[in-house]
Every structure is written in structure tokens, then in C-alpha cells.
């Protein structure tokens, strides 16, 4: 189990493939995880060049964004323009967005930019157009609203924590 950054990057990538399945499937965090750990995990061409994944990142977030959705989905949504509704965002760019979301909530060991950055990556990965922009410009919104003290300003009442 790699702890280092780029296990950290491949955990990113299979979390966001994994929350897109659950999505679309309907399967829940514990299947799809134990699918991805036993039998993608070493040989799935899509994770592999990333590195070997940190299945325990992983597991936090598969198993964090599910558990946390409501909650998730509504700081998005508040961070989003005001004619953009959750539905109308694409559904592996909702998946990015709700990872990244949990991170920024619950995982406050990683810095705001790297979970920005990490993020921002993944949507390059997946993307070509506009989207990586409008998951920086959510994510940045996003992370001054949950890390406000990070970006050297006051926290709002209202912050998540998990």
C-alpha cells in the first residue's frame, strides 16, 4: 500500500471512477470498493500508469462521498453560478467534484490547493474543453467557504465539518 503522492493521485483517479459507477449503477460504496481493490487495483490500464493506488485514501473516499452526499451535494451547489444546477453538471464532473468536496471537508491533513490542484488534474485527464476551468473555479470557491483560514481569511458560520 503506497502512502507516497502519486499512490495518492491513482487513489484520486480510481475514487472518482468509482463514485461515477456507483452513480450510474446504483451499487453501493462497499461493492464497487471491494471490486476496484480485488480486481482493478495492479492491472486496470486506466489506473496503472498512475502509480499503485493508497487503498486506504481510496476506501475514506469512496466510502466518505456516499455517506456525506447530502451534505456534499449542497456546498457544490452553493458554490456553483446561480443558473447551474447539480443536474446539469456532467456526471464524471460530479464525481470529481464531490471527491475533491470530501476532501476538502473531511480530510484536512491535505492542504486546500493540492486537493484543488489534484483535482484540476483529473478533470485535464478527462477533458479537453472548459471543464477543468469550472472545476478549478467550484473547487477554489469551495475550499475558501471550508478552508477559509488557509487562504488567510475569516471562516463563514456555516462550516461543514465532518
Known amino acids: 500500500m503506497s502512502t507516497d503522492h502519486s499512490g ?17 449503477t446504483g451499487a453501493d460504496a462497499e461493492s464497487v470498493a471491494d471490486e476496484f481493490v480485488h480486481h482493478r487495483f495492479g492491472g486496470e490500464a486506466e489506473i496503472a500508469p498512475a502509480g499503485e493506488p493508497d487503498e486506504e485514501f481510496f476506501s475514506a473516499i469512496v466510502h466518505g462521498v456516499p455517506h456525506h452526499q447530502v451534505e456534499i ?16 453538471i456532467d456526471s464524471i464532473l460530479r464525481a470529481i467534484l464531490r471527491a475533491a468536496c470530501f476532501e476538502l471537508i473531511a480530510r484536512r491533513d491535505v492542504p486546500a490547493k493540492v486537493v484543488i490542484d489534484q483535482y484540476v488534474d483529473l478533470a485535464r485527464a478527462f477533458f479537453n474543453g472548459d471543464e477543468p476551468a469550472f472545476v478549478n473555479a467550484v473547487l477554489d470557491k469551495l475550499a475558501r467557504k471550508k478552508r477559509a483560514q488557509e487562504f488567510g481569511e475569516a471562516p463563514p458560520d456555516d462550516e461543514l465539518q465532518f
Do not use: F, P
Not at 451535494?73 to 446539469?88: C, H, P, Y
Open 73 to 88: 451535494d449542497r456546498a457544490i451547489a452553493g458554490s456553483l453560478a446561480e443558473n447551474w444546477k447539480m443536474q446539469r
Open 8 to 24: 495518492r493521485r491513482a487513489a484520486r483517479l480510481a475514487a472518482v471512477q468509482a463514485i461515477y459507477q456507483m452513480e450510474l
